[in-house]
């Protein structure tokens, strides 16, 4: 058809141009800079004489202790990743099953309540509860169970209940959706063939719920390696995770590439398990590929 | 084995006081096409799920060959169940589906396979094993959700209108090959629909429900040509439906004023002598129609429209008092038929006259 009009500018095409300019200026940009500064050796803006460089990352993977906060920052993802699914799934099953409105309504409140604090706020309070002169040590204290004071802040457990507490309602509101969807009825037909209500879930409810299993963890494990704030005040600069070190590197050694490098590290690990999400989500539903 | 079902004074009341089921009472016997007839919301879905299991009885038992089972898990009851939507497992492939039911009585693998093939033999999927649900038309759906129910060869086979997603020419079909599966197997079924003539041509025996309650049992002739209460003879099939005072004919024999200056002559078994109101019922097809010069007539009318429905038709008419009747014919010829406006005389007898409980 080389003889057809050229096509016209459709009208509605403007209007996704604010989104557009939002995401070059906001997203692209920023995150392009980044990825240049990372392989520079100094900023181009006050240094005239710049070179590309990969001593960076030559650095961060040469020096096992960048390595050590690497994993460490993986691990205290993963941890809170579970510890916020165990959580999660059996509160999300209950609010997409329960009968009465006003309990969903209730069980709703409950899980979004604590989003309305600021993270500063509900991080505070967890120190109240989990320092050496916390409420949870000096009961138990009290009562005798513990004769010196359980080690729970600045320590890796104390990051992780923070984290979990924060994050658990993405879980439940994601898990709530995928649940919801589920048929219950599929629950029915299996328990007629005679599955037990246990194996009817493990049969059929949750290997249909996989896809909001996926979906919430990825989303807690990204906001979790990504954590500053709790991280900080839980862990009082005694653990050491990429977005500390990353501040750091900036406010104190004004190593802008570093900082860049770091930075890039903790985008790749979660572009990577978006990547693997997909593909799990590809075989878990069987022929349909995603494109 | 197929076993019988008895159903002893069940009621189910929901939180907030609604009684969906009333203090139903039935015998369901080995080997028959039961089905429970009604509008929506008169408790048949409810009193489906209490056999399986999904709804406890608030009152009542339920018992299966004579044991009571009313509080035992849906996963202990070995039936068979066809639910209204299917509930085909979307993850699995067809033979799995099929497949769920051996695999939790824990069979081992390779008479899972020869049952499976046999099943989905029977309902004539073969080839289609490693298909999903989702890429299965309508029919083929619900041939594998019977495939399902069946392989387990349960004690008592469910069914939650499970015809009620098909058009009607596939559903017709359906139904004839329910019916033969059904007598193959010398299976219990229990039939939930809202269809009369789906449970007039399929059962054995209904149960008409009406408002948590059972209005009446019987053999689908029974259903049809003796209705006992009013609900019934209005929704099983078109009636005409009078009712009036007591009264006698001229002869003395037992009979009904309807009002509107006519006066309906009762079977001769109603005894002569009785007042009070009654309601009977009288079938369309009950009716004989000729032209206006009859002598011996039971009413005259005139024609106020006429359906033409193929084998038959089905005239609206009103009688000189102004009653309104609906007559049906078979279809005698193009130059048989009556035109609105044609003065006719209607002949009856009185023993096809059904009196109805309120």
């Known amino acids: 058809m080389s003889s057809a009009a050229p ?12 989104s557009v300019l939002l995401f070059a200026l906001f997203f692209f940009l920023p995150i392009g800079l980044m990825a240049v500064m990372s392989v520079l050796t100094g900023n181009p803006v006050v240094a005239p004489k710049v070179a590309f460089t990969t001593r960076h990352y030559a650095r961060m993977f040469d020096d096992p202790y960048y390595l050590e906060v690497i994993w460490t ?12 699914l165990a959580i999660g799934y059996p509160l999300a099953h209950w609010m997409a099953r329960i009968k009465s409105r006003t309990g969903h309504a209730l069980l709703l409140m409950a899980v979004l309540a604590p989003m309305l604090t600021g993270i500063v706020v509900r991080t505070f309070a967890w120190m109240t509860l989990l320092s050496d002169k916390g409420v949870i040590n000096q009961t138990l204290i009290s009562l005798g169970l513990i004769s010196q004071p359980l080690k729970l802040m600045y320590t890796e457990t104390g990051i992780v209940v923070g984290l979990v507490h924060i994050y658990v309602p993405f879980m439940v509101l994601t898990l709530t959706g995928v649940i919801g969807r589920i048929d219950e009825q599929l629950e029915q037909a299996a328990e007629n063939l005679g599955a037990s209500p246990l194996r009817a879930f493990i049969e059929v409810t949750l290997p249909l719920s996989l896809p909001g299993i996926l979906a919430g963890s990825l989303l807690v494990f990204a906001l979790a390696i990504s954590a500053y704030v709790t991280p900080i005040l ?19 050694n004004f190593n802008v590439g ?8 903790l985008l790749m690990i979660s572009l990577l398990l978006v990547i693997a999400y997909n593909r799990a989500l590809g075989l878990v539903s069987g022929q349909r590929e995603l494109q | 084995m197929s076993a019988s079902i008895e159903i002893a004074g069940v009621s189910k009341v929901y939180d907030g006081g609604v009684r969906a089921v009333d203090a139903v009472a039935m015998d369901i016997r080995q080997g028959e096409f039961f089905s429970l007839l009604g509008p929506s919301g008169c408790g048949k879905t409810t009193t489906l799920r209490m056999i399986a299991g999904f709804e406890i009885p608030s009152a009542g038992a339920i018992r299966v060959d004579g044991a009571d089972i009313t509080h035992v898990p849906a996963h202990k009851r070995d039936m068979g169940m066809v639910f209204q939507n299917y509930a085909l497992f979307p993850h699995r492939t067809v033979a799995e589906n099929v497949a769920f039911g051996l695999r939790m009585r824990g069979l081992d693998k390779a008479s899972i396979a020869t049952k499976v093939k046999a099943a989905l033999a029977m309902v004539e999927l073969s080839g289609l094993e490693d298909r999903r649900p989702t890429q299965l038309s309508g029919g083929q759906q619900q041939r594998v959700a019977l495939a399902r129910a069946i392989v387990i060869a349960p004690r008592v086979l469910l069914c939650d209108e499970p015809l009620g997603a098909l058009d009607k020419k596939l559903r017709q079909q359906m139904q004839f090959e329910l019916k033969q599966l059904q007598k193959k197997l010398g299976l219990t079924l229990v039939f939930v629909t809202h269809d009369q003539e789906e449970a007039l041509a399929m059962s054995d025996r209904i149960a008409v ?11 689908p002739a029974e259903i049809y040509n003796q209705p006992t209460t009013r609900f019934v003879a209005d929704f099983i099939g078109d009636t005409n439906i009078f009712r009036g005072e007591r009264t006698t004919t001229s002869a003395g024999g037992p009979a009904l004023d309807v009002g509107k200056g006519l006066i309906l002559a009762l079977p001769a078994s109603i005894e002569t002598q009785g007042t009070g109101v009654l309601s009977v019922a009288l079938r369309p097809e ?16 005139v024609v106020e429209n006429t359906n033409f429905l193929g084998g038959a038709v089905l005239y609206r008419i009103t009688l000189g008092g102004g009653h309104r009747v609906l007559v049906q014919q078979p279809n005698a010829g193009t130059d048989r038929l009556f035109v609105p406006g044609n003065g006719v005389t209607l002949d009856w007898t009185p023993a096809d006259l059904v009196v109805l409980k309120d």
């Open chain 2, 209 to 219: 429900m009406n408002g948590g309650r059972v209005e009446q049992v019987g053999t």
């Open chain 1, 234 to 252: 839980l862990g009082g600069f005694q653990i050491m995770t990429l977005p500390i070190l990353i501040y750091q590197q900036i406010s104190a």
């Open chain 1, 73 to 84: 920052t993986i691990r205290i993802g993963l941890v809170t990743t579970l510890v916020a």
């Open chain 1, 258 to 265: 570093f900082a860049a490098a770091l930075g890039i590290v």
């Open chain 1, 7 to 18: 096509q016209r500018p459709n009208g509605l095409a403007l209007f996704i141009l604010p």
């Open chain 2, 286 to 301: 009950k009716i004989r129609l000729s032209p206006a010069d009859g002598t011996a007539a039971s009413a005259r009318g």
